[in-house]
């Protein structure tokens, strides 16, 4: 029993150590102040310009960026387009935690189920999860929107519901890989409760690649989020959504080129914040990466 | 006994130094090694793991990963040239040409997305202006010649259709395709293998050293290995080579206390066994990082004094070719 | 080998069943009747009513998933709402112009994709290494959808270098044959000798081709360079490399060959993002593809067309997938001869 509560004690701070390891990747720290960067955005939007991001003004439509005090210019009705990409980054960071938050938690349950349980519910479980992953990923969210009817909202329940599969496959993965060790026998034979086992032995160690993908789904999370407003599925108008207003800057491509560049730009910057955290979380958790 | 100073030198290393950068360090790998192997003649480099044993081999035909590797100095003579001042096209014509090399895992060591034949045959054009047919028919008489039953059909096959042995005669094969074999580098060639095969396999290399008078550098750690096939046994301990002899007297008259600690784990020798002595060598092998400049062995070693840890011993003679690098071998009981 | 894909394709059935079942009753399910919804607040109860009925949907749940079925194997996707037309001609009107960006992006990806992995796994660490793996991940953080607007701003605005949509000169009059433009542009060029149809095909595919490629692109050459650098380490290339084999046949063939057994499986699971992404991608380019053409179904509520389409473009995918699974068996002679 020793031996195994070492183990596990060994294994939580890996994780810590892996948290540690992550000052010494320069690829990481980059990811990481830009996710900063983009919350104390979100948080701090109202205080950071002193415009708002739905006013309209059409006199100073289409103003190009770096000249006047629209540092980044404006679009076609005239608002600050820096405000509105600050305002936007509360959607993005909102649309990234909520839906990841949503397929994690049923990720979590149904794949910890699977794996632990086995037999014909793990059986059955796969299969869905097959289906699922055959449908081409932004097509199934796209329907999964048009049948619920488009909105913010439902474009969030419809990126999270879509990336279950995904979530149930690495869950259940870690989960089967963990189930073989001398732990869980050891404190299966001392009367340990099947939930007990499930949420208290084996979860706790499997959160390395759950961390890791839950990572990368927030950025995918703000991209699919701002495909499905850029198809009108997701916010409307006025919102300031990143996508929406790539949308909205289509019939600009040949006039004001700024409307189109800059919400794209801070898409891109987020999700590559993301991505890049992502890659140093894997570099220091998957011990075979390490070379 | 042979008498090996009077045989023709093929290839002498001289105060190689080889080290790995790492991010942790600088791992020092291979120290201060000389050694020379004699035509015609088996030298066996035995040693643990991590002891230097295969980055030495590697320092020969230059497959040693740079960056990280470094070759700080030292020479590497091998038919009057020193191969370390080679460039790269010179040290790629070597390889394979007259320096071939097998390894310990046949089962990794050939290409699994390419048929046994084609493998073979290419390092015969790759060495001469020939088709692929000739080279194809020349594979198979290589096969015959390594004793793969069956050849004509062997060499469409894929290396997970054959079995581990037959992996190591194909692996010899693929060495001896090379124009001109001087110089078979074979490391732990048997370790993978079951004891049986591992014998045959020894024949092998051994019968095929005669016919085509080429010299083998025999990596093992395995003491009953050197004892069947070699002429002239290197030990390597942490980097530095601590004894070296001709086999006879190595086994006759052991000196240094790590030679003895790796006999004394052989099974079936008696005779190295006393009550002082354990069967198994405590401890292990230092951190190549930290590593002083004292004897290596010195936190393993029964017989260790105030002298080990400061400075590397000198060479003691003991005979006409045996040497061994120890301060305290007046503290040795006869062995036997 | 035969048994092999004879396995797999019985493996398949069970999946697209699932995929048709899900379908259907993800539509079905959905809160709102679909009559109301097609017809509009303002339609009276008859039309409703009359639309139910002839859609079937006055019928039990059960019923109405037996007739679908019946309908789907004997390939009738139903009539769109919109247009009248059947759903499976329409689907068959604008497949050839999706199949054949998705496979030009595909190329493009894979290829320059495959080039960038092997570069930078033999030059690791390097700037070469940096700069592609740099490029690669901003390549996966881009929007599809913007980085065609961008290309079309920078190359067709800017540069008047492509065009910025659409899939042909419009002044030139073709019957197509294939439906696979480039092809065609081909066989008109052998028949007539008139090139200027291939022209204006390839003209007009780059862009849309670039942008779609771009996200696969990055994909494969990360999982090239990480599987080139783990078949780099092994013992084979060791011993190619000691038996004198020259280096650059030792990494295009000894060790690509290895290197491309997850690759390949990548790749088909880049045909699922292609095929999504292409819903984007021909929005921005008026690439009369399919994606434009489901999009335009999902805005309308055009439920059997829905139907219809995600039905073809999973199946397109389940498809592609056991070819993939096929070709790796190929490269693999541990599958192959099993």
């Known amino acids: 029993m020793e031996n195994t509560e070492q183990n596990k004690l060994e294994k939580n701070s890996l994780l810590k150590e892996a948290l540690f390891q992550l000052k010494g990747n320069k690829p990481a720290i980059i990811g990481f102040i830009i996710i900063a960067a983009f919350i104390i955005m979100a948080i701090f939007a109202p205080y950071l310009t002193p415009f708002s991001p739905t006013d309209q003004d059409i006199s100073i439509r289409k103003t190009a960026p770096f000249v006047t005090e629209h540092l980044l210019g404006t679009d076609d009705l005239g608002r600050d387009l820096l405000t509105r990409i600050i305002f936007g980054s509360r959607i993005s960071l909102i649309i990234g935690t909520i839906s990841v938050g949503i397929s994690l938690t049923f990720g979590i349950l149904i794949g910890l189920l699977s794996g632990y349980i086995g037999g014909w519910f793990d059986n059955i479980v796969q299969r869905l999860v097959d289906i699922m992953l055959a449908f081409p990923y932004i097509l199934l969210t796209i329907v999964i929107v048009a049948l619920l009817g488009p909105s913010l909202v439902n474009a969030m329940i419809a990126i999270g519901i879509s990336q279950i599969p995904s979530y149930i496959r690495v869950v259940r993965a870690s989960v089967l890989a963990e189930k073989e060790n001398d732990y869980v026998t050891a404190e299966r034979s001392l009367g340990a409760s099947d939930r007990e086992l499930m949420f208290k032995s084996i979860l706790p160690n499997c959160i390395a690649p759950i961390f890791v993908q839950a990572t990368l789904g927030i950025g995918n999370a703000i991209l699919s989020s701002a495909a499905l407003s850029f198809l009108g599925l997701g916010a409307q108008p006025p919102t300031p959504e990143w996508g929406l207003m790539i949308a909205s800057s289509r019939e600009f491509v040949t006039s004001a080129w700024w409307i189109v560049t800059f919400p794209g730009i801070a898409v891109f910057l987020t999700v590559l914040g993301f991505n890049l955290l992502a890659d140093g979380l894997r570099d220091v958790l998957d011990p075979r990466m390490k070379s | 006994m042979k008498d090996t100073n009077t045989r023709e030198t093929l290839l002498s290393m001289e105060n190689v130094n080889v080290s790995f950068k790492t991010h942790r360090g600088t791992v020092r790998a291979v120290r201060n090694l000389n050694l020379k192997i004699n035509k015609g003649d088996t030298l066996a480099l035995v040693g643990e793991s991590g002891c230097g044993k295969s980055v030495t081999a590697h320092t020969i035909n230059q497959l040693i990963p740079m960056p990280p590797g470094v070759i700080e100095s030292g020479k590497v003579i091998f038919e009057g040239r020193d191969l370390l001042k080679l460039n790269i096209k010179e040290v790629a014509k070597l390889r394979g040409e007259k320096i071939s090399m097998i390894f310990q895992e046949p089962m990794t060591s050939l290409n699994p997305v390419f048929k046994i034949g084609d493998q073979i045959a290419e390092v015969f054009m790759t060495h001469r202006q020939i088709s692929r047919k000739e080279a194809l028919k020349r594979t198979v008489d290589l096969l015959n010649l390594v004793k793969i039953p069956a050849a004509e059909k062997r060499i469409n096959d894929y290396p997970h259709q054959l079995s581990g042995g037959m992996r190591q005669r194909a692996m010899i094969a693929m060495a001896l395709a090379s124009p001109e074999p001087g110089l078979l580098i074979a490391d732990e060639p048997t370790t993978a293998l079951d004891v049986t095969i591992q014998a045959q396999i020894l024949r092998l290399i051994s019968d095929l050293k005669k016919d085509v008078n080429m010299s083998v550098l025999l990596i093992t750690h395995d003491m009953g290995v050197v004892a069947e096939t070699a002429d002239r046994v290197v030990v390597m301990y942490a980097g530095r080579k601590v004894e070296e002899a001709d086999v006879y007297s190595l086994f006759d008259n052991p000196k240094h206390p790590y030679t003895l600690g790796l006999l004394n784990s052989l099974p079936s020798n008696e005779k190295y066994h006393n009550a002082e002595r354990l069967e198994a060598i405590k401890g292990t092998i230092p951190d190549l990082l930290t590593i002083g400049d004292g004897c290596p062995f010195e936190n393993r070693c029964p017989d260790a004094g105030p002298k080990c840890s400061g400075t590397f011993p000198e060479e003691t003679k003991i005979g006409e070719d045996h040497s061994v690098w120890c301060h305290y071998l007046e503290n040795q009981e006869p062995s036997k | ?338």
């Open chain 3, 1 to 338: 080998m035969l048994k092999y894909i004879l396995k797999r394709l019985a493996l398949l059935l069970p999946t697209l069943f699932g995929v048709i079942t899900l379908v259907f009753f993800m539509i079905a399910l959905a809160p709102g009747d679909p009559a109301r919804v097609m017809l509009g607040e303002r339609a009276t109860a008859d039309s409703v009513e009359q639309l139910r009925h002839d859609l079937g949907l006055d019928k039990p749940l059960y019923v109405q998933y037996g007739l679908y079925l019946q309908r789907v194997v004997k390939l009738d996707l139903g009539k769109s709402i919109k247009s009248g037309q059947k759903v499976s001609e329409e689907i068959w009107d604008h497949f050839p112009a999706t199949i054949e960006l998705t496979i030009w992006a595909m190329i493009f990806s894979t290829v320059v994709g495959i080039i960038i992995g092997v570069l930078s796994a033999t030059r690791k660490n390097g700037w070469i290494d940096f700069a592609s793996m740099g490029g690669a991940l901003m390549g996966v953080s881009m929007p599809v959808f913007w980085l065609a607007l961008v290309l079309i701003m920078i190359f067709s605005v800017k540069l008047d270098m492509f065009p910025t949509g659409g899939r042909m000169n419009i002044r030139y009059y073709f019957t197509p044959i294939t439906g696979l433009y480039v092809l065609d542009g081909i066989l008109i060029f052998f028949k007539s000798g008139d090139i200027k149809v291939f022209i204006s095909a390839l003209h007009h595919l780059v862009l849309p081709a670039v942008a779609l490629g771009t996200i696969p692109l990055a994909i494969i050459a990360r999982i090239t360079r990480s599987s080139m650098l783990e078949v780099l380490n092994q013992d084979y290339i060791k011993t190619a490399r000691s038996a004198g084999i020259k280096e650059s046949k030792v990494i295009y063939r000894y060790a690509l060959k290895n290197a491309l057994l997850p690759i390949i499986t990548v790749i088909g699971l880049q045909f699922g993002l292609l095929l999504s992404g292409a819903i984007l991608t021909e929005t921005v380019f008026a690439w009369p593809g399919i994606g434009k053409w489901i999009y335009h179904a999902i805005e309308a509520r055009d439920y059997p067309a829905v139907q219809g389409g995600i039905i073809v473009i999973s199946t397109t995918f389940v498809l592609i997938n056991l070819v993939v699974d096929i070709l790796y068996s190929i490269v693999n002679p541990k599958i192959r001869l099993s």
